[in-house]
């Protein structure tokens, strides 16, 4: 029993390290607010079930079954273990002087992360197996901070993928024929020649077989700019076209779902009007989210209007890439670029003009002039 408990405590140490450097990761790195807390929580969460451990230890030794343990602890409550510190021989412990190369190379902080994840699950596990010779109970308990492990590991991974590869995004523009003043696809390619770095591809009407030969011609066009497409609300149509992703509403499919049908690494974007929708959907990892109206908007009326205030509470929510959408020109793009890091996204009061290339690289250089003085300041 003396050698399990040295395991459950070196494996106790390791996982925490772990969790710091993780959550130092989301803090400071991402900036993200709910996955620092996630991690915390773990952090936490571990420690409060090795606590209870010990605590059960003291009482009476070990119990291989029988009901659950340390449900009297109050909420949040976080101990210090002792007794496990009394099985620890660091001198005597043979890994310490075992050293791999691979231990000392990181490429960046991502990596850093990254490793100490797999340093974590590993860890817990070993704490899961060892920890039935001591409690059952404590060993169902660690297998599902484990499981939890998984999910922050994930989540760690795509809002860093999403912010390196979308932050990038400045100009968003939703392409409707019903709303273009001239074709709908020299619209869409004036737009990208002109300053937008994503335009999105909103046809709700439209047949499916018209719909993926449109999303086809836009996407190749797209390839061929190093421009991104996003098809709205149709992931099997994003994947059948080769667009880039697909963007989903509220009531459509879900994120996870969307990803089971698009190829590995495609984008998944996804509307939300308030913050507890912001707060619901960034557990699932989108790569980027769009709030809004930010304004009143003819082009899809809606009775709430999230504005200016949502997309504010939302960056501080999250360090997922976010848009901006509804009733949005350049002067009110310069408005919100102001308030909060995002991206801007526009429709009619582009694609509606009767002189497409000037609206865009009118509306392009306002936003880049807003990044500017953020970046100066």
């Keep these: 029993m003396h050698d399990a408990l040295r395991i459950i405590d070196a494996n106790f140490n390791r996982s925490r390290e772990a969790l710091r450097v993780m ?73 310490t002087t075992i050293e791999n190369e691979t231990e000392y190379g990181r490429r960046d902080t991502l990596h850093v992360a990254m490793a100490a994840t797999k340093r974590l699950t590993e860890a817990l596990r070993a704490i899961e197996e060892y920890s ?102 149709r992931a099997d149509i994003a994947a059948a076209s080769g667009a880039h992703g697909v963007h989903l509403g509220q009531d459509d499919m879900g994120i996870r779902a969307a990803r089971r049908i698009l190829p590995s690494g495609a984008i998944v974007g996804v509307s939300t009007h308030t913050v507890a929708q912001v707060e619901a959907v960034v557990g699932d990892t989108p790569d980027y989210v769009a709030v809004g109206p930010m304004f009143a908007t003819g082009t899809k009326p809606q009775e709430h209007i999230a504005g200016v205030e949502t997309l504010v509470l939302a960056s501080e929510k999250t360090a997922l890439p976010l848009v901006a959408i509804g009733g949005l020109d350049a002067a009110r793009s310069g408005e919100i670029l102001n308030r909060a890091k995002c991206c801007v996204c526009v429709c009619s009061s582009l694609i509606s003009q009767r002189n497409v290339v000037d609206a865009t690289r009118s509306i392009r250089t306002a936003i880049d002039k807003c990044w500017e003085l953020r970046q100066d300041g």
Excluded at 215 to 226: D, G, K, Q, S
């Design 132 to 233: 039935k010779l001591v409690d059952v109970a404590a060993s169902k308990r660690v297998e599902q901070v484990r499981y939890r492990a998984y999910e922050v590991e994930r989540s760690l991974t795509l809002t860093a993928s999403a912010q390196k590869r979308f932050l990038g995004v400045r100009l968003y523009v939703l392409i409707t024929e019903a709303l273009c003043e001239g074709d709908w696809f020299d619209t869409g390619r004036a737009v990208l020649e002109n300053g937008a770095d994503c335009v999105q591809l909103r046809e709700k009407d439209l047949g499916d077989a018209e719909l993926v030969e449109r999303a086809m011609r836009l996407a190749e066009f797209c390839r061929e700019t190093e421009k991104l497409l996003i098809i709205n609300d």
């Design 23 to 95: 959550e130092e990761y989301a803090r400071f790195c991402l900036g993200d607010s709910m996955l620092t807390e996630r991690c915390k929580m773990l952090r936490h969460e571990l420690s409060n079930i090795i606590c209870a451990l010990e605590l059960r230890l003291e009482a009476g030794g070990t119990v291989l079954g029988g009901p659950a343990w340390g449900q009297g602890l109050p909420l949040g409550w976080v101990g210090t273990p002792d007794s496990l510190i009394t099985a620890r021989d660091t001198s005597g412990d043979v890994g």
